[in-house]
């Protein structure tokens, strides 16, 4: 989004105020009455904002998705996690793996430890960080060896060299979602923006930073 942020305030003629985070300390956000014109984060958690009656649902829409993936410290050797068996070997074999113990791809994760039979093996070794962007960061500086996180996110930071997507059997995709608040004072402006962020202008962006344009 900040790529395309000139192209973005050009499309509407408004200049735009972003804040990034978590999906779901934007939904808190959101819930405890803070002001915005758009919310951009996973699909399930604008659908209960809809409900809730914090965004309106005419303006819903898919933006993109992005599949799990692992980081390791940039310039780290490169270990096959291409299939099943090369995955599983490669949680087995590190000293540390960390991310965020409330992101979006959590379930997933725990899910495919219980898939490739090593909930006990890995359980030592997982280090839990909170803080936003601390996970990528560790990795970066090497207190951590290996980060599970989305895809767009790794090849977002600077010292995390993306170890590859989780194998096609295992993987599960974080789905986009915007949609403009119903308390919103520009609504136009902000309906606007929706339909050039989920348009083909994007496209080719969206492709290089690891998110599939829906």
């Not at 395309?4 to 509407?12: D, F, G, K, S, W």
């Not at 780290?76 to 409330?102: E, F, H, W």
């Not at 919103?184 to 202008?201: D, Q, T, V, W």
Request: charged share 25%; aromatic share 6%; net charge positive.
């Amino acid at each position: 989004m900040n790529e395309l942020l000139p192209q973005c305030e050009r499309a509407i003629g408004y200049p735009i105020d972003i804040q990034f985070n978590r999906s779901a300390i934007l939904r808190q956000k959101v819930e405890t009455g803070e002001a915005f014109d758009i919310a951009i984060i996973q699909e399930a958690m604008i659908d209960d904002l809809i409900k809730e009656g914090n965004i309106a649902r005419e303006t819903r829409s898919e933006v993109g998705r992005t599949g799990i993936g692992i980081g390791v410290r940039k310039g780290a050797p490169k270990r096959d996690i291409s299939t099943t068996a090369g995955l599983k070997q490669v949680l087995l074999n590190a000293k540390s793996i960390t991310y965020a113990p409330d992101s979006v791809s959590r379930i997933y994760i725990d899910k495919i430890y219980e898939r490739l039979g090593i909930v006990n093996e890995v359980r030592s070794k997982i280090i839990f960080q909170k803080e936003p962007g601390r996970p990528l960061a560790s990795v970066a500086e090497g207190s951590s060896e290996l980060v599970i996180i989305l895809v767009s996110e790794i090849l977002a930071f600077p010292g995390v060299d993306l170890l590859g997507p989780l194998p096609s059997e295992l993987q599960n995709y974080i789905v986009y979602a915007a949609g403009v608040g119903t308390k919103s004072h520009n609504a136009a402006a902000a309906k606007a923006l929706i339909k050039f962020i989920s348009g083909p202008a994007v496209a080719q962006t969206f492709k290089a930073k690891g998110l599939e344009p829906r």
